[in-house]
T-cell receptor, first 110, second 114 residues
Framework: GIQVEQSPPDLILQEGANSTLRCNFS?????LQWFHQNPWGQLINLFY???GTKQNGRLSATTVATERYSLLYISSSQTTDSGVYFC????????????FGGGTRLMVKP | DAGITQSPRHKVTETGTPVTLRCHQT?????MYWYRQDPGHGLRLIHY???????DKGEVSDGYSVSRSKTEDFLLTLESATSSQTSVYFC?????????????FGPGTRLTVT
């Protein structure tokens, strides 16, 4: 099956800093999503981005489907950004099943 | 808020007992999914449904069964719970349309099997 690798696995930032999270995948995909799992365990949709670039406030994401990677940018980080960020992909003709990466655990310090 | 609720939110049960978890959605989405989340494994798909009475297995389906008799409800059953099924279970939905494969997740159910 498809392999999804996220880096770095852990990241500690000072409030106000910027960061880039990466997601590499091993096959062509027709769906790629970024999620934030907050400290209470809730999975929050950040982006649905099988290709191209999107921005939402301080967060933006870029997927280069032909090179099989996606990047999540967090600017001016805040303590509320802490949690785990997951990338998840769906391969073509796979019944809308998502395969998740291992996540990046982010801690933003005040 | 994608209108997804899960019940119960927390459950402790003993090895060998049957357990049923419920996922309820209010937006008439076609696709529903059950995932489990474990440390070191991330989220893995257990079963999914693409319509009423239409279900299929995911990556980790052994020991689990599902049923979907109504569009809004997707049930996950552990026929005889084992300690290895201690996990956090998430339900998800998607419209499953070409223009909308995006999945949305419920709040999760924390299950402990003692």
């Amino acid at each position: 099956g498809i392999q999804v690798e996220q880096s770095p696995p852990d990241l500690i930032l000072q409030e106000g800093a910027n960061s880039t999270l990466r997601c590499n995948f091993s096959d062509s995909v027709n769906n790629l999503q970024w999620f934030h799992q907050n400290p209470w365990g809730q999975l929050i949709n950040l982006f649905y981005i099988p290709s191209g670039t999107k921005q939402n406030g301080r967060l933006s994401a870029t997927t280069v489907a032909t090179e099989r990677y996606s990047l999540l940018y967090i600017s001016s980080s805040q303590t509320t950004d802490s949690g785990v960020y997951f990338c998840a992909v769906e391969v073509y003709n796979a019944g809308n099943m998502l395969t998740f990466g291992g996540g990046t655990r982010l801690m933003v310090k005040p | 808020d994608a209108g997804i609720t899960q019940s119960p939110r927390h459950k402790v049960t003993e090895t060998g007992t049957p357990v049923t978890l419920r996922c309820h959605q209010t937006e008439n989405h076609r696709y529903m999914y059950w995932y489990r989340q474990d440390p070191g494994h991330g989220l893995r798909l257990i079963h999914y449904s693409y319509g009423v009475k239409d279900t299929d297995k995911g990556e980790v389906s052994d020991g689990y069964s599902v049923s979907r008799s109504k569009t809004e409800d997707f049930l996950l059953t552990l026929e005889s719970a084992t300690s290895s099924q201690t996990s956090v279970y998430f339900c998800a939905i998607s419209a499953g349309r070409v223009d909308s494969y995006e999945q949305y997740f419920g709040p999760g159910t924390r299950l402990t099997v003692t």
